[in-house]
């Protein structure tokens, strides 16, 4: 029983860990859904995201020094609560202009929007490298949601549980959002057939440049939330976007539920995993992947698609 | 994120230019060259394999403060026989393959006679064999596995700081006998990590303590807190870390913020100077260094001086270890090719194996020297403990003690080390 | 015994019925018709008797053996070959290719991953008499993506063709096509009629009538009615549901 | 009787091609550039001829090819050590691995097209990277296998030293003729067409018989047997196996280094990116420490406005002169 008491802690971690890279994930399936495009650059605008945070939080802007020092007085805590609501509005333009950019790639086929997406990725990735350089930051924590508490006579940490909290309520508003609201009901008929948004009279231009920023502040939210755990590098990116696309898979294309559980269930087969060899613990959700599609070719809550076409 | 040694990924290169000639020079045309230094003799080219990215970037780039030092001193009072000494230096990411490409290219493209610079040891091997291949010299100014010294030592390459082995001998016997004898062991999973744990297990066990688990973590790991989970469920009385580069600042961070650096006691092999510098809060446990720039010594305080002065600019204010080895390290070589008259590999090897460095030269407590079974200098091992009341913002450590180096000897690294005989490598003249 | 036979064939797509008890027999050498309204489950059936779909319930018999659930591949190995309703090119091969690729010989060869393609000039001949047929012949060379409509509709029935079908399913040949089209199409299916055993699904009863020896209606999913043009001209449920009014 | 369609054996550009690499030892110095550049250019060149096959050929989107690269690389090595010190030996060994590798993978995904292909490919990339990575014992992890020789080419009772760079570039250049010979007769072979035909339309494709999984799991097997030899070369250039060639980002190179090159239009695009790819590492490289954002900006740029890559801007400029020379050019669906 007590190899049991010993997991409990693993099953603990490994859920609020779910629950982040849900929160990644769901940006993505916002695009893929709607747009049917493979977003490679997702990671780049949760590292853009993480780094506006960084530069707020830590008082590095570009702003004249009495004005700086102004803001450097401000408490640590009103700092960091504006990053977590400034930032994603603050990398939404990058959302825009790629949503622009991929203009072009509309109707042809998905490869070129998966091979645009890589090259502005890898772009922004070295932009982040010309105006941040190369070393690690770390996001300072505000001292109330930082620390650890005693729970099952171990430490854990406070901020960790903190963040799962914010991917619940961040995936309360997209399900709000996309359930229970007009331009939901727009996103998921679009989702299905762009052929009746446009015999709708929905605007469906429009609708792709909205879903997009709503991805683009999803990605660039989850960016200022990780970034206490992850830490800020100009690769961050990759580290985020590869774990989002393998739980889309595993969930399902175009499925909100998919995206959430896909991401739970990943986060606590690499938590459990790493209870018994931590160093592999990465690879189980792979293997996760693969068993999942071996059987059920569409992921767990997946329709079909026109991307198997 | 564990899955991350994607990580050097988007590769970037940094090539800087040194001297008069720069290396995009080379590009537009055959070598050409001003002649401007001792009556067309040829200069003497350095090639500086720093990392400027990845796991190690900062830490490459204090190195190369430390090498572009000595050579700027060196060029200062005339160069070396005569001649002018030149730099060459591009990013090798942290990256064994880039490694390989950028010394390539520094040795057939860039006519580079010596090798300097590493700080991850998987870079240091890969830069070795090329060395091997055309016979140049190569110095490992940072890397500190055991093994560099060990299994992969090499006739042309030296290792020039004090090794995982080395530390742990400092270390182990004391913490066993007064902290405790559950040791769990944290290591990151590339060659410098398991063999500087491996020596760290033999040491324990000498002494009479035990391992109660070894946690292998990936390099570019950012999430420690199933690592930390683990630690707290084991129990341990001490934890060994053999953790490098940003992955132990983003460790040291999250033991602290989850105040578990009271609960155990650890022991870092090897602290490096830039890894630590601006994480001054999350400083804690007892850890090695081989040079700390306070050291009561004579020569340090201008030494800093000196260097601060080169540097005014750098984002570490002062030099730490890493810095100083690259410093000391070429600086010997280039007093070396001075002894041996020449730059020829086998002559400067020779005047290298085995040579004394006075502890007041290297400003040290104790002698060094070259030892000529494994190429690697053995030196003045200090355990430090974070500073409780330091002198000014620099001040970070609180050396405890300095053991000789024939204290801190690795005893079995000579029958692991099987060099070429010096005959059988390939000559070169740089 | 019939060339061709599906019994009782039941088909769903989740709760839907989309084929209920079909049954169809086709002879060899006649033409058959397979008429109904849009979205009576025409295209499906075929899409059941060539392999793309599995039925829930009944059997294919080809030559009185069953070949029920076998792959689209495995029944165009047979010498079932068939067309598509929308066009089902390789657009980027020219015309010439494009037959080249379905010939017998090509696939026999398909293995052989060092010779050349089509360095055989008796599979030049086979490919360019095909062609000739369908009225190409001229056009060897063009990308199939360049030809205009009429010229694909003709292209996509000599792929089927090149099959060197016994059996030949054609999914409405006339769709999209103008009074001329049909004209030439009702000519060549007329010179194919007899030398292979031809099913069409057809929409343009005037067409169908003019050139089918047996038809088959299909409403919900469901043979209504069977018999020869003449007959089924007469047929009250044909009437009845509007389907034999010529237009 | 209609005369055969042949395509030409040998052609011309396939000749200028060779020339060019076979003359590079001679002036890569004096340009500035260094003769182990030319051997790594030379492997990637074939590494991207033979992911092309699948890319630009099958229109099969992999995004995990450095798996194969990388088993070559390990199994050149673990060959060495542990089978037979003989160079052929370890190639066969390289292709061999790879093939296993590229079996595998085609077993799970071959009834996969379009961004699903992309999406198991890069899951299974991942698999392969993190592998080799964590089995230590057998791929010396992040450090790589180290200690790789640079065997001698033994041909009967001659003996050829590959040592120096020189040595191996004309070794790797004779591998290059012959693969890219291969890849010539393939492309035009029936399996060839047939698999060019199933990348047009599938359904049709197996309408007319062609039982479609297996071609495609085949010319996955083949494209990875290929580039597991240009895998095993590699190593034995770099003396040494690294897992970083199988990462998501190399593998994400290689698909770069294809279109920018044009394969997507081209037989011999694969080998311009190739080229283009590592001329713009060392010579941009060397101006500005950002290359990336420079190279990444013109993908995007060729990725908008001209997806045919470098190949098909040039195609497009030769059509237009041939336009203005002769009014009608036959389409042609031959790969060029």
Same mark, same amino acid.
């Given at each position: 029983m007590t190899s049991i008491v010993n997991l409990l802690p693993h099953l603990l971690n490994g859920i609020a860990l779910g629950l982040l890279f849900s929160l990644i994930a769901l940006g993505f399936m916002l695009i893929l859904g709607l747009m049917e495009q493979i977003n490679l650059a997702h990671g780049s605008l949760f590292a853009l995201g993480a780094y506006f945070a960084y530069a707020l939080c830590?008082?590095?802007?570009? *702003?004249?020094?009495?004005?700086?020092?102004?803001?450097?007085?401000?408490? &640590?805590?009103?700092? @960091?609560?504006? %990053?977590? +609501?400034?930032?994603?509005?603050?990398?939404?333009?990058?959302?825009?202009?790629?949503?622009? *950019?991929?203009?072009?790639?509309?109707?042809?086929?998905?490869?070129?929007? &998966?091979?645009?997406? @890589?090259?502005? %990725?890898? +772009?922004?990735?070295?932009?982040?490298?010309?105006?941040?350089g190369t070393p690690d930051y770390m996001l300072p924590v505000p001292q109330e949601i930082s620390g650890g508490f005693i729970m099952l006579d171990l430490i854990w940490s406070t901020y960790r549980f903190w963040a799962a909290g914010m991917a619940i309520v961040a995936m309360a508003v997209v399900w709000v959002i996309v359930e229970r609201t007009r331009f939901g009901a727009m996103v998921k008929a679009g989702a299905h057939d762009s052929e009746i948004v446009q015999a709708l009279g929905i605007d469906l231009t429009k609708l792709r440049v909205w879903v997009f920023v709503l991805g683009t502040m999803m990605a660039a939210f989850a960016g200022v939330i990780m970034a206490p755990l992850w830490g800020i590098r100009p690769h961050m990116g990759v580290d985020a976007v590869v774990p989002a696309f393998l739980i889309i898979v595993l969930g399902?294309?175009?499925?909100?539920?998919?995206?959430?559980?896909?991401?739970?269930?990943?986060?606590?087969?690499?938590?459990?995993?790493?209870?018994?060899?931590?160093?592999?613990?990465?690879?189980?959700?792979?293997?996760?992947?693969?068993?999942?599609?071996?059987?059920?070719?569409?992921?767990?809550?997946?329709?079909?698609?026109?991307?198997e076409v | 994120m564990k899955n991350s040694k994607i990580s050097s990924g988007l590769s970037r290169r940094l090539i800087m230019k040194g001297g008069l000639l720069s290396a995009t020079a080379a590009f537009f045309?055959?070598?050409?060259?001003?002649?401007?230094?001792?009556?067309?003799?040829?200069?003497?080219?350095?090639?500086?394999?720093?990392?400027?990215?990845?796991?190690?970037?900062?830490?490459?780039?204090?190195?190369?403060?430390?090498?572009?030092?000595?050579?700027?001193?060196?060029?200062?009072?005339?160069?070396?026989?005569?001649?002018?000494?030149?730099?060459?230096?591009?990013?090798?990411?942290?990256?064994?393959?880039?490694?390989t490409r950028v010394a390539e290219r520094f040795v057939s493209q860039d006519q580079c006679g010596f090798l300097i610079g590493a700080l991850h040891s998987g870079v240091a091997n890969a830069i070795t064999q090329v060395a091997n291949k055309y016979g140049v010299i190569y110095f490992n100014t940072n890397s500190s596995a055991p093994s560099e010294a060990g299994e992969n030592c090499s006739r042309v390459k030296f290792v020039w700081d004090g090794n995982g082995t080395n530390f742990s001998k400092?270390?182990?016997?004391?913490?066993?006998?007064?902290?405790?004898?559950?040791?769990?062991?944290?290591?990151?999973?590339?060659?410098?990590?398991?063999?500087?744990?491996?020596?760290?297990?033999?040491?324990?066990?000498?002494?009479?303590?035990?391992?109660?688990?070894?946690?292998?973590?990936?390099?570019?790991?950012?999430?420690?807190?199933?690592?930390?989970?683990?630690?707290?469920?084991?129990?341990?009385?001490?934890?060994?870390?053999?953790?490098?580069?940003?992955?132990?600042?983003?460790?040291?961070?999250?033991?602290?913020?989850?105040?578990?650096?009271?609960?155990?006691?650890?022991?870092?092999?090897?602290?490096?100077?830039?890894?630590?510098?601006?994480q001054a809060d999350t400083l804690f446990g007892v850890f090695g260094t081989s040079w700390y720039h306070k050291l009561q010594l004579p020569g340090v305080a201008e030494f800093v001086k000196r260097w601060q002065t080169a540097y005014p600019q750098s984002p570490i204010p002062v030099p730490g270890n890493v810095s100083y080895n690259g410093y000391m390290s070429t600086r010997e070589l280039l007093r070396a090719i001075e002894r041996a008259g020449s730059t020829n590999n086998r002559a400067v090897i020779k005047a290298l194996e085995g040579h004394k460095m006075p502890a007041a030269d290297r400003m040290q407590h104790y002698d060094a020297y070259i030892d000529a079974a494994t190429h690697q200098v053995q030196q003045t091992i200090y355990l430090a403990r974070r500073n409780a009341k330091p002198a000014d913002p620099t001040d970070l450590f609180d050396v405890i003690s300095w053991t000789k180096p024939e204290t801190a000897l690795d005893t079995d690294a000579p029958n692991k080390c099987k060099m070429k005989a010096p005959a059988d490598i390939p000559t070169f003249d740089a | 015994m019939a060339l061709f036979e599906a019994k009782d064939l039941h088909l769903r797509f989740g709760d839907r019925v989309v084929l209920e008890s079909v049954s169809l027999a086709f002879e060899a050498g006649q033409l058959s018709g397979i008429m109904g309204p849009n979205g009576a489950g025409k295209t499906t059936c075929f899409n059941v008797l060539t392999g793309r779909y599995k039925p829930h319930r009944g059997q294919v018999l080809w030559q009185g053996e069953d070949i029920t659930g076998r792959s689209p591949q495995a029944i165009a190995r047979l010498g079932i070959a068939r067309s598509f309703q929308l066009m089902n090119l390789f657009d980027e091969f020219t015309v010439f290719e494009n037959i080249a690729i379905a010939l017998?010989?090509?696939?026999?060869?398909?293995?052989?991953?060092?010779?050349?393609?089509?360095?055989?000039?008796?599979?030049?001949?086979?490919?360019q008499a095909i062609l000739a047929r369908v009225g190409l012949a001229e056009r060897a060379d063009d990308e199939a993506k360049s030809l205009p409509y009429g010229a694909r509709r003709a292209l996509e029935i000599g792929v089927a063709l090149a099959c060197k079908p016994k059996l030949l399913f054609l999914d409405e040949p006339t769709a999209g096509l103008g009074s001329d089209g049909r004209a030439r199409l009702a000519d060549l299916i007329l010179k194919l009629k007899g030398s292979v055993t031809i099913v069409i699904i057809e929409h343009d009863m005037e067409f169908l009538f003019s050139l089918a020896d047996q038809i088959s209606v299909i409403h919900w999913g469901q043979v209504i009615a069977k018999g020869t043009p003449a007959a089924l001209k007469a047929n009250p449920w044909v009437e009845a549901s509007n389907l034999g009014r010529l237009n | 009787m209609a005369p055969a369609r042949t395509i030409p054996t040998i052609t011309w550009a396939m000749i200028v091609v060779w020339l060019i690499f076979a003359s590079v030892p001679l002036w890569i110095e004096k340009v500035g550039l260094y003769h182990y550049l030319g051997v790594e250019i030379l492997i990637f060149a074939m590494y991207a001829l033979a992911y092309n096959l699948v890319l630009g050929h099958a229109g099969l989107p992999s995004f995990g090819h450095g798996a194969f690269f990388g088993v070559g690389a390990y199994a050149f090595g673990l060959a060495q050590f542990n089978i037979a010190a003989n160079l052929w030996v370890c190639l066969a060994a390289a292709v061999g691995a790879a093939a296993v590798a590229g079996a595998l993978v085609a077993l799970f995904i071959s009834h996969r097209r379009g961004i699903y292909y992309a999406l198991m490919t890069i899951a299974f990339g991942q698999i392969f990277w993190f592998i080799?990575?964590?089995?230590?014992?057998?791929?010396?992890?992040?450090?790589?296998?180290?200690?790789?020789?640079?065997?001698?080419?033994?041909?009967?009772?001659?003996?050829?030293?590959?040592?120096?760079?020189?040595?191996l570039y004309y070794f790797v250049l004779v591998v290059f003729v012959a693969v890219s010979f291969l890849l010539w007769r393939i492309v035009h072979s029936p399996f060839g067409r047939v698999v060019k035909a199933i990348k047009q339309n599938e359904t049709r494709a197996r309408f007319v018989g062609y039982d479609v999984w297996r071609f495609k799991a085949a010319i996955l097997v083949i494209s990875a047997c290929l580039s597991g030899l240009a895998g095993g070369l590699f190593s034995m250039a770099q003396a040494s196996a690294f897992p970083d060639?199988?990462?998501?980002?190399?593998?994400?190179?290689?698909?770069?280094?294809?279109?920018?090159?044009?394969?997507?239009?081209?037989?011999?695009?694969?080998?311009?990116?190739?080229?283009?790819?590592?001329?713009?590492?060392?010579?941009?490289?060397?101006?500005?420490?950002?290359?990336?954002?420079?190279?990444?900006?013109?993908?995007?740029?060729?990725?908008?406005?001209?997806?045919?890559?470098?190949?098909?801007i040039y195609q497009s400029l030769a059509q237009r002169r041939a336009k203005a020379a002769a009014p009608v050019v036959a389409p042609n669906s031959q790969a060029r």
């Open positions: 830590a008082a590095r802007l570009p *702003l004249p020094p009495d004005w700086l020092a102004v803001w450097a007085a401000v408490p &640590l805590i009103w700092r @960091f609560a504006a %990053a977590v +609501v400034l930032a994603p509005i603050l990398v939404a333009p990058f959302g825009l202009i790629l949503e622009r *950019l991929m203009r072009r790639t509309y109707g042809r086929d998905p490869l070129y929007g &998966l091979l645009l997406t @890589f090259g502005v %990725a890898m +772009v922004i990735e070295e932009l982040i490298r010309v105006v941040w399902g294309v175009g499925s909100f539920w998919g995206a959430a559980i896909g991401g739970l269930l990943v986060g606590m087969v690499v938590g459990l995993s790493s209870a018994y060899a931590s160093e592999w613990s990465m690879l189980s959700m792979y293997l996760l992947l693969l068993l999942v599609v071996t059987f059920r070719a569409r992921g767990l809550f997946g329709k079909k698609s026109v991307l | 045309g055959p070598w050409k060259h001003n002649h401007v230094w001792a009556q067309g003799a040829k200069p003497i080219k350095l090639g500086l394999t720093c990392d400027a990215s990845g796991q190690y970037g900062n830490s490459g780039q204090d190195d190369l403060r430390g090498i572009r030092m000595a050579i700027d001193e060196f060029n200062a009072k005339g160069g070396v026989l005569g001649r002018k000494v030149e730099w060459v230096t591009a990013d090798t990411e942290t990256n064994p393959a880039t490694g400092a270390a182990v016997q004391n913490a066993v006998q007064k902290i405790g004898k559950n040791w769990l062991l944290l290591t990151n999973d590339y060659v410098w990590g398991h063999t500087t744990s491996a020596a760290t297990k033999g040491q324990v066990e000498q002494a009479g303590g035990k391992i109660v688990d070894n946690l292998l973590v990936p390099q570019n790991t950012r999430d420690f807190t199933s690592y930390l989970l683990k630690v707290q469920q084991a129990k341990p009385d001490v934890v060994a870390m053999a953790i490098g580069g940003d992955d132990m600042k983003v460790l040291r961070q999250q033991i602290v913020s989850l105040k578990m650096d009271e609960k155990v006691a650890w022991i870092n092999n090897q602290q490096d100077w830039p890894d630590i510098w601006g | 017998p010989q090509t696939r026999a060869r398909a293995r052989n991953m060092v010779a050349q393609a089509y360095a055989d000039p008796a599979l030049v001949d086979e490919a | 080799a990575i964590k089995a230590h014992g057998l791929t010396g992890g992040e450090d790589g296998l180290l200690k790789i020789e640079r065997l001698p080419a033994t041909l009967g009772v001659t003996v050829f030293d590959l040592k120096s760079n020189v040595a060639v199988m990462s998501l980002h190399y593998s994400g190179y290689v698909v770069m280094m294809t279109l920018v090159g044009g394969g997507l239009v081209s037989f011999w695009g694969p080998v311009i990116g190739a080229v283009a790819f590592f001329l713009a590492r060392d010579i941009i490289g060397a101006v500005t420490t950002g290359w990336m954002l420079w190279f990444g900006l013109s993908f995007v740029v060729l990725v908008l406005f001209k997806p045919e890559g470098i190949a098909g």
